[in-house]
């Protein structure tokens, strides 16, 4: 998954340097404010004025660079979910907002597939939490590799996860999902007494309805009902939302 270029660490590097460089140019306009120039070595006086300029910039520059890495740590961790290391949901639906709101300014499509783990609470119950976490895991890296670059993956929840595509319909959506289904299926997980458990997953796929939906928050309704009725059909399946929102307007 790639994280947002927040670009901390290289902006703070370079106004720790230019912060350095400043040390440099204020002894220059000390010593020619009282004449230091002529009073001393003029060998003395570059090799001075150089110690302190790079000394300052190196100084400077690493302290940057420190404060920088700490602030694209913090602002990751404030995007990321910390176990999967995809989205958490507070960035899912900021990107869903944003979307959304391209989708219908220029009218393209837009897919949403939203995704939950079967039976889940089985593997916590059988094997403990830690196999649970190893399951999520496991998933989250499946779906992460399945995904096209500009999708975007989240968890938004505790079993389930999130995609978000850009210029795609529900066909496109339909694909994606029945691949990541069946690859989740086919690849069952070690547990730790040396058994294995088939993961079995259901989703919810729905395409922007541009006459029907007015936000994204309704959008998001529509494939969780679709999600909702995967369950209620006998699971491991995926469900396309149907145009039923535009009918009930006509």
Not at 9 to 20: E, N
Not at 171 to 184: D, F, K, M, S, Y
Request: glycine residues 10%.
């Amino acid at each position: 998954m790639n994280l947002p270029d927040v670009g901390k660490t290289a902006r703070r590097l370079r106004q720790g340097l230019v912060l350095g460089m400043g040390a440099g140019l204020g002894w220059a306009v000390i010593c020619t404010l009282f004449d230091l120039w002529s009073k001393a070595d003029a060998g003395y006086q570059a090799l001075l004025f150089g110690y302190i300029t790079l000394g300052s910039m190196a100084s400077f520059g690493v302290f940057g660079y420190v404060v920088g890495r700490h602030e694209q740590r913090f602002a990751e961790l404030s995007l990321v979910d910390h176990l999967t290391r995809l989205f958490n949901t507070r960035y899912f639906h900021e990107t869903l907002k944003a979307e959304f709101s391209n989708a219908q300014r220029y009218t393209k499509p837009l897919t949403l597939i939203l995704l939950d783990l079967d039976h889940f609470k089985q593997v916590n119950d059988t094997w403990g939490h830690p196999a649970g976490d190893k399951v999520l895991k496991i998933v989250a890296q499946t779906v992460a590799g399945l995904v096209r670059q500009g999708d975007t993956v989240a968890r938004v929840g505790g079993e389930e996860f999130a995609v978000i595509m850009p210029n795609t319909d529900a066909e496109g959506g339909l694909t994606l999902a029945e691949r990541i289904r069946n690859v989740i299926k086919q690849h069952p997980v070690a547990m730790p007494d040396g058994s294995h458990v088939t993961v079995r997953v259901s989703l919810g796929v729905a395409e922007l309805d541009h006459k029907a939906v007015s936000t994204a928050t309704e959008f998001f309704a529509i494939v969780d009902q679709a999600l909702y009725e995967a369950k209620e059909a006998g699971r491991d399946r995926t469900v396309v939302a149907t145009k039923r929102h535009e009918k009930e307007t006509e």
